[in-house]
Nanobody
Framework: QVQLVESGGGLVQPGGSLRLSCAAS????????MGWYRQAPGKQRELVAA???????NYADSVKGRFTISRDNAKNTVLLQMNSLKPEDTAVYYC??????????????WGQGTQVTVSS
């Protein structure tokens, strides 16, 4: 079993900041990539940002320059610092982890989601 525990969502005014955190625990042997996706009402889930084991990062065009993803390999934790938030950033944000379980099968795991609302 692998658990992803997310925290840090909430309500913020436009231009504000939030930091999301996701900690992975359980029977995961090796993590390849960690990332954040989001899903707004009536829209498909989309990649926000991802970071692979070597440290390379990938961002959606809509968040480049505003969001920063980072990773603590020792704690199996991924952070998403979100600055200059806009109303269109409002969505449920999901943590995603890709790695190998105890049988060395490659799997993808999802967090339960955390709501981010940007509104005045």
């Amino acid at each position: 079993q692998v658990q992803l525990v997310e925290s840090g969502g909430g309500l913020v005014q436009p231009g504000g900041s939030l930091r999301l955190s996701c900690a992975a625990s359980g029977s995961i042997i090796s993590i390849n990539a960690m990332g954040w996706y989001r899903q707004a009402p009536g829209k498909q889930r989309e990649l926000v940002a991802a970071i692979i084991s070597g440290g390379s990062t990938n961002y959606a065009d809509s968040v480049k320059g505003r969001f920063t993803i980072s990773r603590d390999n020792a704690k199996n934790t991924v952070l998403l610092q979100m600055n200059s938030l806009k109303p269109e950033d409002t969505a449920v944000y999901y943590c995603n982890v890709e790695g190998y379980d105890s049988t060395w099968l490659k799997r993808a795991y999802w967090g339960q989601g955390t709501q981010v609302t940007v509104s005045s």
